[in-house]
């Protein structure tokens, strides 16, 4: 595979948020921390893969499930698999191309690129998922945006935040809105709502939220507070897993539908954790 220097500076702002991670409220040289360490290196190393990909001509095909992918995708996911059989050859992996691989009680979650159509496409709302779980609980998380210089990372049980070069990093906040029916939120389009039941509950939430356009991925968006609620279905734990972590260490609060801490139900509610019971309450109207 052929590689690109990570010489932005948002390569070089990303490193230096590494080493602000103790002060940032953790005990520097503790587990977490150096495997915090490890995820933001490992989000290096796949930008280096994913810009040289990018805006050139890739090998695509359709996969068993009917979404895209392409020869990037691969690529991204062969090096993050490299790196860790290098730094973690005991942990497990479980990859959005390579599926899973390994037992251990600890477990690497990627996702290459999120986003593969808008990457194909040439568009910059791509991103790279990286989430360690450990003993089914998701304790790191590391989404990377290098086409747009822009970092997220969370470490449970010490917040969550977001560097964007050339600024300091900032620790990110859901909002504060309390009445549902002020709640901003992300509903599916049609094309991502795959049966009747997903349909009533897109309905059910439209008419209790404001619908609100889309800015970023709408679990960051609430995240970082532009939403209140965001609703997904066919999402997976490679998916969900890193954008849960974030979320809930800004604050908020993710489950499924059925208001069970599940990543592989498939479906997802994100939420600023206030409105969140109400939310669940209206879904479950649909059933």
Excluded at 96 to 119: A, H, K, P, Q
Excluded at 255 to 264: M, Q
Excluded at 281 to 287: G, L, Y
Aim: with cysteine; hydrophobic share 40%; glycine share 10%.
């Amino acid at each position: 595979m052929s590689r690109v220097a990570p010489t932005t500076q948002g390569r070089t702002s990303h490193r230096r948020t590494i080493r602000t991670a103790g002060i940032l409220g953790m005990d520097l040289g503790s587990t977490l921390d150096v495997d915090l360490a490890l995820a933001h290196r490992l989000a290096d190393g796949a930008a280096s893969v994913s810009l040289s990909y990018f805006r050139r001509e890739l090998k695509s095909w359709s996969k068993d499930d009917g979404s895209l992918a392409t020869e990037a995708d691969l690529a991204v996911e062969d090096e993050l698999r490299t790196r860790l059989g290098i730094e973690r050859p005991g942990d497990a992996i479980l990859g959005e191309e390579r599926r899973e691989t390994g037992l251990s009680r600890r477990r690497w979650i990627l996702d290459g690129i999120d986003g593969t159509v808008d990457f194909a496409a040439g568009r910059s709302d791509w991103s790279t998922l990286v989430a360690l779980e450990v003993d089914g609980r998701v304790v790191v998380s590391v989404r990377d945006q290098p086409a747009q210089q822009r970092r997220y990372w969370a470490v449970r049980g010490h917040g969550a935040f977001c560097s964007t070069a050339p600024f300091a990093p900032s620790r990110l906040r859901v909002s504060t809105v309390r009445e549902l029916r002020s709640a901003r939120s992300y509903v599916p389009p049609p094309e991502w709502l795959p049966d009747e039941r997903a349909r009533r509950v897109a309905e059910a939430v439209a008419r209790a939220t404001r619908p609100t356009p889309e800015l970023n991925h709408p679990a960051f968006q609430v995240a970082t507070g532009g939403y209140e609620v965001a609703v997904f279905f066919l999402a997976g734990p490679r998916d969900l897993a890193g954008p849960a972590l974030i979320v809930e260490e800004a604050g908020g609060r993710f489950t499924d539908i059925g208001g069970r801490h599940d990543l592989t139900a498939g479906t997802a509610v994100f939420s600023n954790g206030v409105v969140h019971d109400e939310i669940l309450q209206v879904i479950a109207t649909t059933q």
